[in-house]
């Protein structure tokens, strides 16, 4: 099984590491289950993985504009060009969020932890990196 969610350690190194009130844009790199994987007591009809994250990104954009965060760019992974061959991934995802603390405050929703059930579902394996812009030194 993969990586879907934060450990408590990375979350901790993310609170202490990401500056305060930097604007943060989120790469998530997603690999969905052929079949979504619910919890037994998940009363909904079979999906795909893919479907189930669509159900997810439905109910979650609404959380992140709420964060003032945004979404900047989804694309289809065609080919992974300097990647391990066992590293594949079908969608890569751009969000971008004012700050950490709002990112934070998001996450820490639970209202918007009610929807992740979608997500978890969704997700052989994921990545998401936190990055902040360092255009001025390109």
Same mark, same amino acid.
């Given at each position: 099984? =993969?990586?879907?969610? +934060?450990?408590?350690?990375?979350?901790? %190194?993310?609170?202490?590491?990401? +500056? *305060? *009130?930097? +604007?943060?844009?989120?790469?998530?790199?997603?690999?969905?289950?052929?079949?979504?994987?619910?919890?037994?007591?998940?009363? =909904?009809? +079979?999906?795909?993985?893919? &479907?189930?994250?669509?159900?997810?990104?439905? %109910?979650?954009? =609404?959380?992140?504009?709420?964060?003032?965060?945004?979404?900047?760019?989804?694309?289809?992974?065609?080919?992974?060009?300097?990647?391990?061959?066992? &590293?594949?991934?079908? *969608? %890569?995802?751009?969000?971008?969020?004012?700050?950490?603390?709002?990112?934070?405050?998001?996450? %820490?929703?639970?209202?918007?932890?009610?929807?992740?059930?979608?997500?978890?579902?969704?997700?052989?394996?994921?990545?998401?990196?936190?990055?902040?812009?360092?255009?001025?030194?390109?």
């Amino acid at each position: 099984m =993969g990586t879907i969610s +934060p450990t408590p350690e990375k979350l901790q %190194a993310f609170m202490t590491a990401v +500056p *305060d *009130d930097t +604007p943060l844009v989120m790469i998530n790199l997603l690999k969905y289950r052929e079949e979504a994987a619910y919890p037994p007591e998940y009363e =909904g009809k +079979p999906c795909s993985g893919r &479907e189930a994250y669509q159900t997810y990104s439905a %109910a979650a954009i =609404g959380y992140v504009t709420a964060a003032n965060g945004r979404v900047l760019w989804l694309g289809q992974v065609q080919l992974g060009l300097i990647a391990p061959e066992e &590293e594949n991934w079908d *969608d %890569a995802l751009l969000v971008e969020y004012p700050s950490k603390q709002a990112f934070l405050q998001m996450f %820490a929703n639970p209202e918007y932890h009610t929807i992740t059930v979608h997500r978890t579902a969704a997700l052989e394996d994921s990545r998401l990196l936190v990055t902040i812009s360092q255009t001025s030194q390109l």
